[in-house]
Nanobody, 123 residues
Framework: QVQLLESGGGTVQAGGALRLSCEVS????????MAWFRQAPGKEREAVAS???????VYTDSAKGRFTIFQDDAKKTLYLKMNSLKPEDTAIYYC?????????????????WGQGTQVTVSS
């Protein structure tokens, strides 16, 4: 059974930084894609970034230049380093996994999800 457990959320001031973690268990696919999504109140869940089993990364425009997605294979942990945070980054951040290394960076493409971690950026 695949389980994803996020941590690292919190409240920071605008311009600050956070590092989110996602511990992965029960996931043994050789080909895969891991991603971070976020959902703000009253808005749809949106993609932030993804990384596949080749180490190739994809960032949405809101994340480019400020966020970095990376993984530690030994620790089976996915990370999202977020710098220069803005109030509009406030959302619940979700870790997601897909057994495919390609496809659209959209929620239906991902089979497994964590419970989310709250990020709040104050102005």
């Amino acid at each position: 059974q695949v389980q994803l457990l996020e941590s690292g959320g919190g409240t920071v001031q605008a311009g600050g930084a956070l590092r989110l973690s996602c511990e992965v268990s029960g996931f043994h696919d050789i080909s895969y894609r891991m991603a971070w999504f976020r959902q703000a109140p009253g808005k749809e869940r949106e993609a932030v970034a993804s990384i596949d089993n080749y180490g190739d990364t994809v960032y949405t425009d809101s994340a480019k230049g400020r966020f970095t997605i990376f993984q530690d294979d030994a620790k089976k942990t996915l990370y999202l380093k977020m710098n220069s945070l803005k109030p509009e980054d406030t959302a619940i951040y979700y870790c997601a996994a897909s057994p495919w290394s390609c496809g659209q960076l959209s929620p239906p493409e991902f089979d497994w999800w964590g419970q989310g971690t709250q990020v709040t950026v104050s102005s």
